[in-house]
Every structure is written in C-alpha cells, then in structure tokens.
C-alpha cells in the first residue's frame, strides 16, 4: 500500500514536548513561563495605554477598560454577593483577563513559526500545569474566603443540611479543580491541534473559519472558569441557616 500524502505531517505532530529550564534540582517548563511572561506584559500595556490620560467621556482603550471592569465587577457581584463582592473582584478579573488573553494569543498569534531549541510555544492554557497551577489558586482562594469570613464555622458547610453528606463534599472539593483544569487545558489544547491538521490538509480556507470559532470557544473557556471561580468562593462565604 502506498503512504498517504499527509502521513508525515501527522508524524510530526506532538504533545507535552518542553522546553526545560534547570533551577537547583527543580526543572521548569521554559516555553509556558515565555509566553506566560508574554501574556502579562501584554496585560500590563493594555492597562497602562487605558488609564494614561483617563477622561470623563471615555474612549478607544480606557472605554474597553471600564467596559471589562463593570463586566468583571457584575460577575463577581452576582456569583459572590453584595457584601464580599468588591474583596474578590482583583482576583476574578485577573484570572478572566489571563486566560482570555492566553486563550486568544494561541488562536491567534502563530507561536509555532517560532523555533526552540527544544519544544515549542503555544498558549500557556493549552498547559496542563499551567490550567492546573489556576485551578489549585481558586481551591485555596475559595477556602480562604469561608475561613476568614466565618472562622471554624465555615466547617458547618460539610455537614449541612445533614453529615451524611460529609464524604460526598470532601471528594468534590478534589474534584472541582480536577474539572476547572482538564476542562480549559482539554479545549484550548484540542483547538490548537484542530487548527493545525487542518493547517496541514487544507492550508489556504478551511482554517480560518476554525480560527474564529476558536477565538468563540476560547472566551468562552475564560467566562466559565471565572464564573466558576467566582461561584465557588460565593459558595464559601455564603451563610447557610
């Protein structure tokens, strides 16, 4: 039987190859930190051009700003609550921000023209560490929020309406970020791999329409795991009677 043209292209196409850095004894994935770094300073520039010369009839970058914060801040306000809201709003709308704008670099920007000495670059959310490291922070964030609001009292959560439902709430507070970072990891890294096959069958046409409804999926990515994120730390601090 004869090899199929694009057999080879298929062959070259890999997952989970790194580029590590050496610190001590600990090994650190180079490419995520780049483009991570990349990231935020992209961030970083947004916020500084919008609140340069803030006027009092808003436009071009210091519109969008005040568009996103009053997004940010109804979507903390609706998932955590009138009194906690304004506390959590910094954390909700950093994680928004990073991971739309990660989730938009890798449909967009072409980090694979860009060779390494060893793997390759691509959106940090289509890392698993990376989605991993985001989901851990909301766990931590989420208890934080009930124990220093409540105190001990926050523990009356696992055993409300009945302790039956102890061993139940203990194993969903693993399996909430076990599904924050597979479920954003799982649908960046599969529309990055999406985007190139088809780059390799259909070079000219077929991608573009793929590429913009990734950048869909990928806002949307960002939207549920703040949302979430903000939900969960609602839930922390909410008051149960």
Not at 49 to 63: A, S
Not at 203 to 223: K, Y
């Amino acid at each position: 039987m004869g090899s199929l043209p694009f057999a080879i292209p298929f062959a070259e196409l890999e997952v989970g190859q790194h580029l590590y850095w050496r610190l001590g004894n600990l090994q650190l994935h180079g490419q995520v930190f780049m483009t991570s770094w990349i990231v935020i300073g992209a961030i970083l520039a947004l916020v500084v051009v919008g609140t340069r010369k803030m006027e009092r009839d808003p436009r071009g970058v210091q519109n969008l700003l005040e568009f996103l914060w009053d997004y940010i801040r109804d979507l903390a306000r609706t998932q955590i609550g009138e009194k906690a809201y304004r506390d959590w709003m910094p954390f909700i709308g950093t994680l928004f921000l990073f991971i739309f704008v990660s989730n938009w670099g890798g449909s967009l920007v072409p980090w694979k023209l860009i060779h390494l000495p060893s793997g390759e670059l691509g959106a940090p959310t289509a890392d698993i560490n990376t989605t991993v490291a985001l989901a851990l922070l909301v766990s931590l964030s989420y208890f934080y929020a009930g124990l220093s609001r409540k105190g001990l009292r926050y523990f009356e959560y696992y055993v409300h309406p009945t302790p039956i439902m102890i061993p139940f709430k203990i194993v969903e507070d693993f399996t909430k970020p076990l599904s924050l970072s597979f479920r954003l990891f799982g649908n960046i890294l599969a529309d990055e791999l999406v985007v190139a096959v088809l780059v390799f069958l259909v070079p000219l046409f077929l991608p573009v329409p793929v590429m913009f409804l990734g950048l869909f999926t990928s806002a949307i990515q960002a939207l549920i795991f703040a949302t979430l994120a903000a939900y969960y730390i609602g839930e922390a601090v909410e008051e149960h009677h």
